[in-house]
């Protein structure tokens, strides 16, 4: 791979000017390598047996449109996330039965995630698709009303039974989690298209420099400094643009009514108490791998103002930005850490974190490379007809 990326940068730097393909440097092209490929593979969830089941994405795709999941039959999963806006809402902060706290996150690439939720409280894609359906702030349903939707609408019931038997002899508690992992196995086939950068990337790769100059000299002044100066790859890197994890980056995390939202750390108590953590009975997976990290995670101080680091494809079809929505433009997000102000940071904040000093062409040339992550053309399957059950 080294030899091939150094073949790679010296067959565009002969290029020159004219190809319009910066002078990226092996160590450069490597680390471009390194954001890719797109889409990846699919890897099943061991922890939910339905995972990947052609069925259980058909039911979970008629369950993330169904209104009567909640108490009132008003909300279903897709009002407040939205295909036609990737997946989010495009407000601040989310809407349910009342104005919530957080940023609604977009779902595409869901499947990708290590820990679910702004503040990570859920551990599997399913678990964290129970907490909107029981939240009293959103859905507000409970397990009784979920089990009897699926026992008494003839199509549900007919396509419960088909994946995990009879529906008049589970609990209705059985058969929340249920729908949760048919909801999560509809959600992991959410992803984002190939973007700009993917092109580019690929072309690197293969040392083509015809393919490579099509991605704008801007994005790749932009990508240059992502990797370099910006130490953006410090928590946005692979092929998601994100390590998964959580940081304090400068966000305000004080609410309206004058409380504070303690965002990982309040994750991580939740995940500990929570009945339905990978520790749990629910869990599929009998080798208890997919529990290790729930098993180690541990609750410090420093959890405090912590939030999940989002992952950048489609982050220009995303705004606004941050666990709270404060932020309403890519520019402006730029701005932020181009003049970060340290004393926001959290006692125990990241000490990596340094004002960038950008200039206003550095600010411009960063937002050209993160519009050039969006999607040319969507990866995820858009609602389609689906056929009765059978059976």
């Given at each position: 791979?080294?030899?091939?990326?150094?073949?790679?940068v010296?067959?565009l730097?002969?290029?020159g000017?004219?190809a319009?393909?910066?002078?990226?440097s092996?160590?450069?092209?490597r680390a471009?390598l390194?954001h890719g490929p797109?889409?990846p593979?699919?890897?099943p969830?061991p922890?939910?047996?339905?995972?990947?089941?052609?069925e259980?994405i058909?039911?979970?795709?008629?369950?993330f449109?169904?209104?009567?999941?909640?108490?009132?039959?008003?909300?279903?999963c897709?009002?407040?996330h939205?295909?036609?806006?990737?997946f989010?809402?495009?407000?601040?902060?989310?809407?349910?039965?009342t104005?919530?706290?957080r940023?609604?996150?977009s779902?595409?690439?869901?499947r990708l995630n290590?820990?679910?939720?702004?503040?990570?409280?859920?551990?599997s894609?399913w678990?964290?698709?129970?907490?909107p359906i029981t939240?009293?702030?959103e859905?507000d349903?409970?397990?009784?009303?979920v089990a009897?939707?699926?026992?008494?609408?003839?199509e549900y019931?007919?396509?419960y039974r088909?994946?995990?038997g009879e529906p008049?002899?589970?609990?209705?508690q059985?058969?929340?989690?249920?729908a949760?992992k048919?909801l999560?196995a509809?959600?992991?086939?959410?992803?984002s298209?190939?973007?700009?950068?993917d092109?580019?990337?690929?072309?690197?790769g293969?040392?083509?420099r015809?393919?490579a100059?099509r991605?704008p000299?801007p994005?790749?002044r932009?990508l240059?400094l992502f990797?370099?100066?910006?130490?953006?790859?410090?928590?946005h890197?692979?092929a998601?643009?994100t390590n998964g994890?959580?940081?304090?980056i400068g966000?305000p995390?004080?609410?309206?009514?004058g409380?504070?939202?303690?965002?990982r750390?309040?994750g991580?108590r939740?995940?500990?108490?929570?009945?339905?953590?990978?520790?749990?009975?629910?869990?599929?997976?009998?080798?208890?791998?997919?529990?290790?990290?729930?098993?180690?995670?541990a609750?410090?101080?420093?959890?405090f103002?912590e939030?999940?680091?989002?992952g950048?494809?489609n982050?220009?079809?995303t705004a606004p930005?941050?666990?709270?929505g404060?932020?309403?433009t890519l520019?402006q997000?730029?701005?932020?850490?181009?003049?970060?102000d340290?004393?926001r940071?959290?006692?125990d904040?990241?000490a990596?974190?340094?004002?960038l000093?950008?200039?206003?062409e550095?600010?411009?040339d960063?937002?050209?490379?993160?519009?050039s992550l969006?999607?040319?053309?969507?990866?995820?399957?858009r609602?389609?007809p689906i056929?009765?059950?059978?059976?």
């Amino acid at each position: 791979m080294i030899a091939r990326a150094a073949i790679a940068v010296l067959a565009l730097a002969s290029a020159g000017a004219a190809a319009q393909v910066l002078d990226f440097s092996a160590d450069e092209v490597r680390a471009v390598l390194r954001h890719g490929p797109w889409p990846p593979a699919f890897v099943p969830d061991p922890s939910n047996r339905v995972s990947g089941q052609s069925e259980a994405i058909e039911l979970g795709e008629r369950l993330f449109f169904e209104p009567r999941l909640s108490r009132e039959g008003r909300f279903s999963c897709a009002s407040c996330h939205v295909p036609g806006l990737a997946f989010q809402d495009g407000r601040a902060q989310g809407l349910g039965r009342t104005e919530l706290d957080r940023n609604t996150p977009s779902l595409l690439n869901v499947r990708l995630n290590r820990w679910f939720g702004w503040d990570g409280a859920g551990d599997s894609l399913w678990a964290q698709s129970v907490r909107p359906i029981t939240d009293r702030r959103e859905m507000d349903s409970s397990a009784s009303q979920v089990a009897a939707l699926l026992r008494e609408d003839p199509e549900y019931a007919c396509r419960y039974r088909r994946l995990f038997g009879e529906p008049r002899d589970a609990p209705d508690q059985a058969m929340l989690v249920a729908a949760a992992k048919s909801l999560a196995a509809f959600q992991e086939t959410l992803l984002s298209g190939r973007s700009a950068f993917d092109e580019f990337r690929d072309a690197l790769g293969r040392g083509d420099r015809l393919a490579a100059a099509r991605y704008p000299i801007p994005a790749q002044r932009g990508l240059r400094l992502f990797l370099g100066r910006g130490a953006c790859t410090a928590c946005h890197l692979g092929a998601a643009f994100t390590n998964g994890e959580f940081h304090d980056i400068g966000i305000p995390f004080f609410l309206r009514e004058g409380g504070v939202d303690p965002g990982r750390h309040g994750g991580i108590r939740q995940l500990q108490a929570s009945p339905l953590n990978l520790l749990a009975r629910q869990s599929d997976d009998r080798t208890g791998a997919a529990a290790i990290k729930t098993r180690h995670v541990a609750l410090e101080h420093r959890n405090f103002g912590e939030f999940k680091v989002p992952g950048l494809r489609n982050v220009a079809l995303t705004a606004p930005y941050m666990h709270n929505g404060r932020i309403a433009t890519l520019a402006q997000v730029v701005r932020h850490y181009s003049e970060l102000d340290l004393d926001r940071l959290h006692a125990d904040g990241e000490a990596i974190l340094k004002p960038l000093r950008l200039s206003r062409e550095e600010s411009a040339d960063l937002v050209a490379f993160l519009e050039s992550l969006s999607e040319r053309a969507s990866a995820s399957p858009r609602r389609r007809p689906i056929a009765p059950c059978r059976g």
